[in-house]
């Protein structure tokens, strides 16, 4: 069943129910059917460059059209602005104006959902996705919009709270009914048009044997121009054509009976329920997606800390909302600014590639201290994010949130890249590169900057023992895939000391679990360590500067 999620971004949902003027102050909640289906008929012409509508488009609001859609509204309260108009003549040297009411509901951040009871096929649910994406605004213009078709699984009817209603029920004294617009379904409009121009054209007869004046044939046109040949030419005709053709409303609608709660629209501000205590997480799994679906399209592996830095900006800017930011789990910085002073306990962004085929699939928000609840509703309500040169945005969606150890319950292969991640449930001694290790401070021969004492001062930041050996991996196909990585931050961040990267592997005298990231960018992606299962004796190494 089509699920569609609205938000409106400026707060404001604007629209002026169907027989009433804007100065009477009442608002259409929930939207109508028929002002949706408008809604993306118009979108349509607007973004996809139509000429014509589509045949998979006519099919999908055709279907759309034959049932009413359950809606389950976000808490919302009626407002008004007023404010004098001017009409554009003067009175007395004076220009004058008239008072206008501008009415709307007041809906926050909070969501709306659409559902309809049919079933879509493949392209035409391709066709709703793309329409909503594109979709700018519903009702007024400044009415904004931000939709999308759900993915996932619908809610459970029990959760709509706006129903059309049926026949013999009633549902209860805090219930209340709302009249909306809707279409008359595709094929009932068809056979009522016919039905009716035939009786209108009896009028007009043609001549039997000889070809009708043109005068009698303008007079067939004019008499049946009225009535639309199809549900779709009904929902593009704008109310001065109904008008001129003396409509009381568009034709192909009608006029149908919602249930809805009678608290939905409070006069005032509205009664928000106390929140839930959202418990801390340290771990939280999105998938990468692309619109078109494809895998190749996904950004390859090289790239993992610029896709880390844009994800990170997307989320401290959502959690900020243009203001001072202060969610220290996710800028590792107290409120007066200060880094924390345990450095490594706030959250590790990891793009990794799990199903092994060379691009960036899924991305982990890792943070030992725990992701509070605005880092986890900014982590959850991230739809979107991008990738510099690539093809266009990368959708997001939330895989999973707990602990470490719920990524292992994912299904094949995803869990046996998660396993080698995190190390097998007893712990791993050898550990190998799986992105480059570059080292935060300048080399040095000797003394606790050469390369050896910088791992082991790392390790030992994350509260984890010294390695037992060091080895540089020697160039083969698997090293050598990590000389093309990005190896410095573009966006607020400082350059590496070298801009060197570095293939290890790590072996420590007890097994030891990860996810183990060292050295500089390591809450980027950076010095990410996987675990291997026998460790590579040192006749098999080699440097390996990337």
Known sequence: MPTLRLRFPGGRYHATPWGHHVNEGQIEWPPSPWRLLRALVACGFSTQRWREIPSVAVRLIEKLAGTLPSYRLPAASAAHSRHFMPIGSLDKGREKTTLVFDTWANVGDDE?????????????????????????????SESWVEAELLADEPPASADFDAVPHREGTHLGPQWEQVLLMAAI????????????????????????????????????????????????????????WWKEHRWSQPPG???????????????????????????PVTTMLLALTTSSGSRSALPPCPRTLPQAELFHRAIVGRVGRGEEVHCPEL????EEGRPLRLRHRHAHTLPVDLDGDGHLDHLIVYAPMGLGEAAQRAIRTLRRTWTKGG??????????????????????????????????????????SATPFVPPRFLKRRGANTLLGQINAELASRGLPPVEQLDELPH????LALRHYVRSRRHGGTPPPIDVGYALQLQFAEPIHGPITLGYSSHFGLGLFIAKASPQGPNGSRNSNI
């Open 331 to 334: 800028t590792g910085r107290d």
């Open 185 to 240: 379904p595709a094929q009932d409009y068809v056979a009522w048009q016919r039905a009716t121009t035939e009786k209108i054209l009896a009028e007009f007869p043609l001549p039997e044997g000889k070809k009708p004046s043109s005068k009698l044939l303008k007079d067939r046109a004019k008499a049946v121009a009225p009535y639309p040949q199809s549900l779709l030419d009904c929902l593009m005709k704008d109310t001065a």
């Open 476 to 479: 083969n196909p698997a090293t």
């Open 391 to 432: 093809v266009g945005e990368l959708q997001l969606a939330l895989a999973g949130s707990g602990s470490l150890e719920t990524l292992r319950s994912l299904p094949d292969p995803l869990n046996r890249s998660i396993g080698e991640l995190l190390g097998p449930s007893g712990g791993a001694r050898v550990w190998v």
């Open 253 to 279: 609608s009608q006029r149908v009976v919602y249930w809805r709660r009678s608290d939905s629209l409070q006069v005032g501000v509205p009664q928000q329920t106390r929140p839930q205590d959202v418990k």
């Open 112 to 140: 709306l959902l659409a559902r309809w009871d049919c079933d879509l096929s493949e392209d035409e649910t391709q066709e709703l996705r793309q329409l909503a994406e594109c979709l700018g605004y519903l009702g007024r």
